[in-house]
């Protein structure tokens, strides 16, 4: 499962999250959405945990805790592409392909 992470103080690390959210179970991914220019973080992360039920205990525990100053805003996510049998995603839609004449 994927938890989308909001309201981050900006001086809060993936090492701060990987031990917050570590407690709950196994983490597969942690990312900090940073400004590509600045570097900065934009206060956003993604964590994901194989084990959906540990991931959704983690953040019923989480939601509004305090980390760094600040009370963790924290949802599922839902992937936008889908997984087809060939193991290529997909985003479901048909896309539209010019063709010269």
């Not at 701060?16 to 940073?34: A, H, N, Q, R, W």
Request: proline content about 2%; cysteine-free; hydrophobic content about 35%.
């Amino acid at each position: 499962m994927k938890i989308h992470v909001e309201n981050l103080s900006h001086d809060v690390t993936e090492d701060d999250l990987m031990k917050k959210f570590g407690v709950f179970g196994e983490i597969s991914y942690v990312k900090l959405m940073k400004n590509k220019f600045t570097g900065e973080s934009k206060g956003v992360g993604l964590i994901e945990m194989p084990d959906n039920i540990k991931a959704q205990i983690a953040i019923n525990a989480l939601k509004g805790q305090n980390l760094k100053g600040k009370p963790l805003k924290l949802a599922q996510t839902r992937s936008r592409f889908k997984v087809r049998h060939d193991g290529r995603s997909s985003t479901g839609g048909r896309r539209s392909i010019a063709v010269k004449r």
